[in-house]
């Protein structure tokens, strides 16, 4: 079935730090890709998408590009806030749900 | 505020008990999910509704898990006889139209700690 695999551990950074996470997905055909947050305290939300081979989403300063070759799903941003400490989800819509990738949780320190 | 609301948001019950989770979406959304989240894990997929019809369970909801949506508005979801596997995050999302793509909008939760 179709799956999410995220890299293992939580992320430590200091403010200002460029922050990677990796996703990779196994799907048949080729599904919409996701990357939620999840802030402490609060519920799921849409960070950004991408609907196919190549497009790039971005939000809030994120970006993550759809790679076909690599079936990859990259989260980056280039320098992360104390702000953007919370839990990171990657996600592929396919059969009318969105499935989930286990989560990274970013702490940004000061 | 408008968003999806879960209650209660936090249930602790003892082994063998039955709860209820009530989830009211956001006005209109004609699309509701459950999800499963444990320590540790990514959301898992439990069921889903296109209005009041219930469309897919994933096997993950045993015969003690029951879901509905009569009116085609808010959710419940059951647990009958609780055992401590069911302590979880139990979340709820909801779409505008089908599955809107994938963008769904979700609730805070509901915990449960079943002792």
Known sequence: GDSVTQMEGPVTLSEEAFLTINCTYTATGYPSLFWYVQYPGEGLQLLLKATKADDKGSNKGFEATYRKETTSFHLEKGSVQVSDSAVYFCALYGNNRLAFGKGNQVVVIP | ?115
């Open chain 2, 1 to 115: 505020d408008t968003g999806v609301s879960q209650n209660p948001r936090h249930k602790i019950t003892k082994r063998g008990q039955n709860v209820t989770f009530r989830c009211d979406p956001i006005s209109e959304h004609n699309r509701l999910y459950w999800y499963r989240q444990t320590l540790g894990q990514g959301p898992e997929f439990l069921t889903y509704f296109q209005n009041e019809a219930q469309l897919e369970k994933s096997r993950l909801l045993s015969d003690r898990f029951s879901a509905e949506r009569p009116k085609g508005s808010f959710s419940t979801l059951e647990i009958q006889r609780t055992e401590q596997g069911d302590s979880a995050m139990y979340l709820c999302a909801s779409s505008p139209s089908g599955g809107n793509g994938g963008e769904l909008f979700f609730g805070e939760g509901s915990r449960l700690t079943v002792l």
